[in-house]
């Protein structure tokens, strides 16, 4: 009973000191930048250079792309670890020559009946097309030995582009290989949930960011992030209404399939209901927390 008290009482100052405070979007000092999904995905063939084109063209400030290494150990663009679903043709990426890749030709994807000439790019043909568009790669590693992580930071250093472009991926293997081989790289961790252990593995490794997935985490796991430090990243994103949310909340990149430099406010939009969304968000946290003590004393 005094327990129950003790909590109503806690809560009772929470909410009565939480109703003075002004909450600031934490975008409002800097603007939140989009990613354009796969180049401009929407409205192009996914991970095509008409989709990298079309992003700049659009204002995006960044193109995320993924890539694999062929059998002879060049890095190209594609999504998948097969070439069946947006190509022509069928086999396994990593078991195929850049030759053979050379002769697929894309099938799939918005706006197919617009650009029907478009092949696998390689990554130094989409690096190019980043550069003399003026956006920022986002280069997402699927896969890779020691040897192709040495190729691929190779291939960075010598575009010149080490210092102005971002390296992400699932595999942690293959952040800490490139973060060994290139030391000022900005690398980032995807993540569906963020949790205390992915924190204190960008920590311990000199990984500058996590990119989650919005849907996935509460607020205080976007908390936890937001109190690391650590570069926020949301994917995919493809409605204002989570955008704007996700800005509130203090992410610096937001990717998405669709939504366009304009479409929602860079600065995110700041209003007495913004106020009571962080005041509810701030009490869930609070909630949450009493509620899992609770229940770990339970267990005692």
């Not at 009482?9 to 009565?16: G, K, P």
């Not at 063209?57 to 890095?75: L, M, S």
């Not at 029907?116 to 550069?131: G, H, M, R, S, Y």
């Not at 472009?165 to 290139?182: D, E, H, Y």
């Amino acid at each position: 009973m005094k327990k129950a008290v003790s909590i109503i009482i806690l809560a009772a100052v929470l909410i009565a000191s939480l109703a003075f405070t002004s909450f600031a979007s934490p975008a409002e000092k800097d603007g939140t930048k989009l990613i354009a999904h796969r180049g401009y995905s929407g409205e192009a063939p996914e991970n095509t250079l008409a989709a990298f084109r079309l992003a700049a063209q659009n204002g995006f400030d960044a193109c995320e792309f993924d890539i694999w290494p062929t059998k002879d150990r060049i890095w190209v663009v594609m999504h998948d670890d097969t070439a069946d679903r947006m190509t022509d043709g069928t086999g396994a990426i990593s078991e195929m020559t850049l030759e053979q890749i050379r002769g697929l030709r894309i099938i799939s994807g918005n706006g197919i009946d617009k650009y029907p000439d478009e092949k696998i790019p390689t990554l130094n043909e989409a690096l190019a097309v980043c550069e003399s568009a003026g956006i920022t790669p986002v280069i997402e590693i699927k896969n890779g030995d020691a040897q192709n992580l040495a190729s691929l930071a190779s291939q960075l250093e010598e575009s010149g582009i080490l210092g102005s472009c971002t390296v992400i991926s699932f595999n942690r293997g293959c952040l800490t290989g490139m973060r060994a081989l290139c030391p000022d790289l900005d690398l980032r961790l995807l993540i569906g949930k963020v949790t205390n252990e992915s924190i204190a593995f960008c920590k311990e490794n000199n990984i500058c960011g996590i990119s989650c997935n919005y849907k996935s985490n509460l607020p205080h796991r976007l908390k936890k992030l937001r109190e690391s430090g650590l570069i926020m990243t949301a994917w995919t994103v493809n409605d204002t209404v989570n955008a704007e949310n996700l800005i509130n909340q203090g992410f610096e990149y937001i990717t998405t399939d669709s939504l366009t430099p304009g479409t929602v406010s860079e600065k995110g939009t700041h209003s007495f209901a913004d106020d009571i969304d962080t005041l509810l968000l701030r009490l869930a946290d609070f909630f949450f927390g009493i509620f899992k003590n609770m229940a770990n004393g339970c267990g005692g």
